[in-house]
């Protein structure tokens, strides 16, 4: 690649990338190689915008346009929004039924009857099965009453649900709780259609079913954040633990085998004192008994009871049993306990990220306006080397201001920019010159130019004083500053960023340069001092 | 490790350990005798046959790493049966304990799952830290242990049972310290009239059972959240690693392109790059917008660049000074020199 780089200059790697970046702006690859018609010349702004989007189809309407797809930080989209926006939708002349089941379903007043609605269920399934065993005449309409408000709250529910449907049938099935929500009803619903199918007998699972009337009451979790909140954390830590069980029921398995065959003299000893006999007899009663062995239960008496038996050797036994209560109870469940602990922590740093986020956005905003404000101190010093350059200064700062605090109005926005862009330009090629005129040192300018910095010198004194120096200030805040900017889009005119990115690659190389007799020169004195 | 090879070998240890829960039943061992007998030369050999195609591959290696040796120690046990049947004899009452032993053989499916494994050197790390609890568990258990054969072990009046021997008052420590049922053995010391009984039982107690298991759960949740944060953060790095390599490939294919496009117009009048770009740059226009969100072009990002490129020029224009002053003061001293080296002889000149 001897030919990509100017004759005699090193390999710089920002450099590099920066004129990679360039080329790939500007699709240079593509112009050279002839094929010009196959880059996107104008972007969606143009299209939006009417009058340009006259002037656009009054020529050649065969153009390319160029899209930039970047993630933007939105909100979650609501179904309904998306209905909205539909094209079917937006045609028709009445809105459609599942938006008006969307907005009721979402309205405060009627999840609030909801949960009142639960609450008055619990009552009255407690009230109910209170009054189940009592014959007393004088309550039968207060059992009436309960009766027909049981059945009204199911209807009530069973039209939430058909609400849901109508709203959008497979999101429904999407969400969890809904499907909680949907089997609980269900189950209600059964002993009651059962009762009315004319099934009879068996009244002990009807009475169960009409319990499940009591799971009802569990719909409360799904209406509350906190208590949401709570179960998700409590499923994600579980979720993350899946492999540790997987171990845990590995270990379990290979101890209820062993188990099974260790104490085959226990299980046929025919001994008629033995409690725990039948605790190793198959592979089933072994997996109980080492759970309970798990759980530190009586695991002396059972050692003590196996060792009444003769042929049982003791110290295998009593390797077995103690050798599991360490691995399995003792650090097996510190370990689930560490593990339960860590991820609660992290899900709860997870969910505070959006806090953090603020945060770091709030930062990234200050130091946006430290930048600022050195510019502006710098500005009444400069005065010295080019009126140009303070007026572009000048002019850009109000410039620069509108753009941070007006960053939602994009068109005042470009055209402010446009402006300071096309100064800005000017002012970088004046300041590149002069760099590039300071590392071949000649002397009128490298006076303005010490002028220049001495004056900043002075002002980047005081500055520096009372707070970190400025690179790790830099670095400390660049990142959220790059988070930041997402929203913002500069508009370029075409020639001045071709002339920018080709002036940051020279600047680079400059920069280099200097380094590099900044080097010769500390060499030299060197070599002066050993006389 | 081709794909393949590891289904099989999942399948095969899988269709173990499930044979291993029906040969538990002695029915079903009896009725399907030669099953039995079948299945188990089919499971060694395979295991065996892994075994050298392993240690074939690579055989000094083979031995570095922790779970082969895991896969030699399964296979040692998988043939103790056979030598023990063919040394002692029919009658050996320890067979049954090697016929339990088979069932370590699951662990075999831990070379093959990748979570277990991470699992496993996550918490594996913190082995040093449960190690050393235990031990120091195991000699708080000795002290007392000694403690209470003199005071409770005695052979006359002594609670035999529970405090005889070494052995068997390291398992009533160790009930005390799992708290499990250790109200019938404080009743069988009470039976006995023991003053210090009480005393005795409840400090051991409190110390094992409330302070040391309770540490322990302390010091496991500190490690694994160190381990846990390690791996999450060398798992970041791998990744940042590898998306620098494929940025890097990117950046080489570009600029292998434009380096391929010179080479064939470079016979025709194209020196270097920029003239290449001379034609293209006069047809852009100043009124020609082009919209670009990317940080590298955006406002803030000049004016910290341009800023620390100021900060920059006023280090150097120091650091410049600093040396003229430097070369300054050594230019004094070397003229201050010779000076008090001609007044030095001049005085010893004129002492004599």
């Known amino acids: ?531 | 490790m081709s794909r393949l090879f590891k289904i099989i070998m999942i399948s095969t240890i899988s269709m173990n350990a499930f044979s291993l829960v029906l040969w538990t039943d002695y029915k079903t061992r009896y009725k399907l005798f030669t099953l039995y007998e079948v299945s188990e030369l089919i499971f060694v050999s395979i295991y065996s046959s892994e075994f050298c195609m392993k240690l074939y591959v690579d055989p000094i290696n083979y031995w570095k790493d922790g779970y082969n040796l895991l896969d030699v120690i399964i296979i040692i046990t998988v043939f103790i049966p056979y030598s023990l049947h063919k040394i002692k004899g029919k009658h050996y009452p320890y067979l049954h304990i090697a016929d339990g032993i088979q069932s370590l053989r699951i662990l075999k499916l831990i070379t093959y799952s990748r979570g277990i494994r991470t699992l496993i050197t996550a918490v594996g790390q913190t082995a040093y830290t449960v190690a050393s609890v235990l031990i120091l568990l195991f000699v708080l258990m000795y002290i007392f242990a000694i403690l209470g054969f003199c005071l409770f072990g005695a052979p006359d009046r002594g609670d035999l049972n529970n405090w005889g021997n070494l052995a068997v008052a390291f398992f009533t420590l160790f009930s005390l310290a799992t708290v499990d049922g250790w109200t019938d053995l404080q009743q069988q010391l009470d039976d006995r009239n023991f003053a210090l009984s009480r005393t005795f039982t409840i400090i051991f107690i409190l110390l094992a059972s409330f302070v040391f298991l309770s540490m322990f759960v302390g010091v496991m949740i500190i490690h694994t959240e160190d381990s846990i944060k390690k791996f999450k953060r060398e798992l970041m790095v791998e990744r940042h690693v590898t998306l620098m390599e494929e940025k890097q490939v990117i950046l080489k294919r570009q600029q292998e392109e434009v380096s391929r496009l010179m080479q064939t117009r470079k016979n025709v009048d194209y020196k270097s790059f920029s003239e290449l770009v001379e034609i293209f740059k006069k047809t852009l226009r100043h009124t020609d917008p082009m919209v670009l969100d990317d940080f590298g072009t955006s406002l803030p990002f000049i004016d910290v660049y341009l800023s620390t490129l100021d900060n920059q020029d006023t280090t150097i224009y120091k650091l410049q000074e600093l040396y003229y002053e430097i070369v300054h003061v050594l230019s004094l001293m070397l003229e201050d020199l010779p000076q008090k080296e001609q007044s030095q002889s001049s005085e010893k000149v004129d002492e004599k």
């Open chain 1, 1 to 531: 690649m001897a030919t990509y780089h100017q004759a005699g200059h090193m390999q710089l790697p920002r450099a590099d990338a920066i004129r990679s970046r360039l080329i790939d702006t500007f699709s240079l690859i593509e112009h050279l190689q002839g094929l010009s018609q196959a880059v996107p010349r104008h972007t969606i702004r143009e299209i939006l915008d009417p009058s340009h989007q006259k002037k656009l189809m009054l020529g050649d309407q065969h153009q390319l346009v160029r899209f930039s797809i970047k993630p933007r930080r939105v909100e979650r989209i609501t179904h309904g929004q998306r209905m909205m926006s539909s094209l079917r939708v937006r045609c028709s002349q009445r809105p459609p039924l599942s938006l008006w089941a969307g907005w009721v379903l979402e309205c405060p007043l009627f999840t609030n009857f909801i949960i009142f609605l639960i609450f008055l269920n619990t009552i009255v399934l407690m009230v109910e099965i209170e009054l189940l065993e009592s014959s007393n005449t004088k309550l039968w309409p207060l059992k009436l009453t309960l009766e027909v408000a049981a059945w009204f709250i199911l209807l009530i529910f069973i039209l939430e649900i058909l609400l849901m449907w109508l709203s959008s049938f497979f999101l429904f099935w999407k969400n969890a709780w809904n499907v909680f929500d949907f089997f609980v009803t269900i189950l209600s619903l059964l002993p009651e259609v059962v009762v009315l199918v004319g099934v009879t007998g068996q009244s002990v699972w009807l009475q169960l079913l009409r319990i499940c009337r009591v799971l009802r009451s569990l719909k409360l979790f799904a209406r509350f954040r906190q208590i949401r909140v709570i179960i998700l954390a409590l499923v994600r830590a579980l979720k993350s633990m899946t492999f540790l069980l997987m171990l845990l029921l590995i270990f379990f398995y290979i101890f209820a085998v062993a188990g099974v065959y260790f104490f085959e003299d226990y299980t046929r000893s025919t001994r008629q004192d033995l409690e725990y006999h039948m605790f190793f007899s198959d592979l089933l009663n072994s997996l109980v008994t080492v759970f309970i062995l798990f759980t530190m239960d009586h695991w002396y008496a059972l050692l003590q009871d196996t060792w009444k038996v003769p042929e049982v050797s003791r110290a295998f036994s009593s390797i077995y049993v103690i050798l599991w209560l360490l691995l399995g109870s003792i650090i097996f469940r510190n370990i689930i306990v560490a593990m339960m602990v860590t991820n609660f922590q992290n899900i709860r740093n997870e969910l505070n990220e959006e806090m953090t986020h603020l945060e770091v956005q709030h930062k990234a905003d200050i130091f946006k306006r430290q930048i600022i404000q050195r510019r502006q101190n710098l500005s009444p010093e400069a005065l010295r080397s080019s009126l140009s350059k303070t007026d572009a200064r000048d002019a850009s700062q109000p410039e620069e201001s509108l753009v941070l605090e007006a960053s939602q109005e994009k068109s005042q926005h470009s055209a402010a920019e446009e402006g300071s862009r096309a100064s800005a330009s000017k002012t970088k090629e004046s300041l590149s010159k002069m760099k590039k005129s300071s590392s071949s040192s000649s002397s009128s300018s490298s006076s303005s130019s010490s002028s220049y910095s001495s004056s900043s010198y002075d002002s980047r004194y005081f500055d520096s004083l009372g707070q970190l120096d400025w690179e790790t200030h830099v670095h400390q805040n660049l990142p959220g500053l790059m988070e930041m900017d997402q929203d913002e889009r500069v508009v370029w005119p075409r020639d001045s960023l071709f002339r920018y990115f080709e002036l940051l690659e020279k600047l680079q190389y400059n920069l280099e340069e200097r380094k590099r007799l900044q080097e010769f020169a500390v060499q030299a004195l060197m070599n002066f001092e050993d006389k």
